[in-house]
């Protein structure tokens, strides 16, 4: 049974039928708090609770912690960039966990970038340690993960392109909003992870909208499997998994790229950009940018982000 944390400045909160009820508990980290959770289930059970509208919610992932991601997961996401996804390769990127911020916080554009990008992702938080060498399988994946958010990897196209600097570009303050909400799932609901819907919207418009089942290349368990061959993850630690078509980065036309490959790189870099600034779809001051991720039935809602851009 799914159990919805909330997260303030002050205190952990759990969702119930009758509000937010408050988690008695000193933890001040993800972790921590993952490590108690009998008073998690207290929680849910008190009559006790406040109206969640008055929340003012922060990240439910807190910082520091590993912050992993995988690129080009998505078969949709990989024809949008001129690719064939039957060649694509497990592939991860780090980024800092300085860059999450809250579900309703300003996404902080910093001056020189020009290509601001947004990229809907289903959070992965880790609930037990995964060291290197562990034996991940289709039957255990599930019990290394407590949890999954709502996460939206922005990104600094005309830093990450030209450079190939995925670390610089997507590591910025704010350009991981994370929540609203921690959906703690059991095992048997975390195995209706294919049954995930993404969608994002920009001012209203809907941008992606992608089934995990349909699209996704490379599941949890096989990035799980490939992580645990070099890279320690613990409690508390977040894997972003992806996103799909529908990003304001797209391949330029065949001809064009045909073009482009005749010309030195700084050229070709500084031509693609001027192009890629008359795009409208790139993010701009005063942007709504909103995100869900769930079920179609309702059965599993990680809840809707609401986030402004604003320059720095």
Not at 58 to 65: L, Y
Not at 171 to 196: A, C, H, I, N, W
């Amino acid at each position: 049974m799914s159990i919805t944390l909330l997260r303030t400045a002050d205190a952990w909160w759990v969702r119930t039928p009758r509000g937010a009820a408050r988690v008695e508990t000193d933890a001040r980290t993800t972790r921590e708090l993952l490590a108690a959770p009998e008073k998690i289930h207290t929680a849910s059970s008190s009559p006790t609770t406040v109206d969640e509208a008055t929340l003012a919610l922060q990240s439910p992932v807190t910082a520091p912690c590993r912050l992993v991601a995988q690129m080009t997961n998505f078969a949709s996401h990989v024809k949008d960039s001129g690719l064939d996804p039957e060649t694509i390769p497990l592939t991860f990127f780090r980024k800092t966990s300085g860059s999450i911020s809250g579900p309703l916080d300003h996404i902080v554009r910093p001056d020189h970038v020009r290509c601001l990008d947004y990229e809907v992702e289903i959070g992965l938080v880790l609930g037990r340690e995964l060291p290197v060498g562990t034996h991940v399988t289709e039957e255990n994946w599930t019990s290394f993960v407590a949890g999954l958010v709502v996460t939206n990897d922005v990104s600094a196209r005309d830093v990450q392109l030209p450079k190939t600097q995925f670390f610089e570009s997507k590591s910025y303050p704010t350009f991981t909003p994370v929540g609203p909400s921690l959906v703690l799932l059991d095992q048997d609901e975390l195995k209706r992870f294919g049954d995930l819907r993404l969608r994002l919207w920009v001012n209203g418009e809907l941008r992606q909208d992608s089934l995990v089942d349909d699209d996704m290349i490379y599941p949890p368990v096989v990035a799980l499997q490939a992580l645990s061959r070099f890279q320690r993850l613990d409690v508390g630690d977040l894997l972003l998994t992806g996103t799909p078509e529908g990003t304001a980065l797209s391949a330029p036309p065949k001809p064009v790229e045909i073009i482009a490959a005749l010309l030195p790189p700084a050229l070709k870099w500084k031509l693609f950009f001027q192009r890629q600034e008359r795009n409208p779809k790139y993010l701009k001051a005063g942007d709504l940018v909103e995100l869900a991720i769930g079920t179609d039935d309702g059965a599993i809602d990680l809840g809707r982000q609401r986030t402004v851009v604003r320059s720095a």
